[in-house]
């Protein structure tokens, strides 16, 4: 049985991407693979007023969110899904989670979350269409 993988962020891009790749994971009679990834390096961070705030915490709270987004999509997939969540670089953590587990298709969103709204192709999918070993499909 082969594998599909979806990066997901949370935004809209990144849940039609989830909802493109349960569609193919079901026509390849494939497992689905769902990741997210945040790039933030582990920190304690001292502010004023004696207040410390540890980004391991930011980054669990922002997983829950986008698995919270992406769950009324997983509940209706009907089919065995794998959860993956990733630290660093969204592209490289795809790219590199496809060739771990040997992944026929990655899907991803022509754009997210990122700064680099007004361009065609965000940076997590170019990142992913310069590197990915397997076929890739990119979804509006």
Not at 79 to 103: E, H, N
Not at 104 to 115: D, F, H, K, N, P
Request: aromatic share 2%; hydrophobic share 45%.
């Amino acid at each position: 049985m082969g594998h599909v993988v979806v990066g997901i962020d949370g935004s809209e891009p990144s849940l039609r991407a989830l909802a493109k790749a349960i569609e193919e994971a079901v026509l390849r009679r494939a497992d689905l693979h769902v990741l997210h990834a945040v790039d933030m390096s582990p920190a304690l961070l001292h502010l004023p007023d004696d207040v410390t705030v540890d980004t391991r915490d930011l980054v669990n709270e922002h997983h829950a969110k986008v698995w919270e987004a992406a769950q009324p999509l997983l509940e209706e997939a009907g089919i065995v899904v794998t959860r993956v969540d990733r630290d660093g670089s969204p592209g490289r953590a795809l790219v590199d989670y496809c060739a771990q587990i040997d992944a026929e298709l990655v899907v991803v969103g022509t754009r997210g979350r990122g700064w680099v709204t007004n361009l065609l192709l965000g940076s997590t999918a170019q990142d992913v269409v310069n590197r990915a070993g397997c076929d890739l499909l990119l979804v509006r």
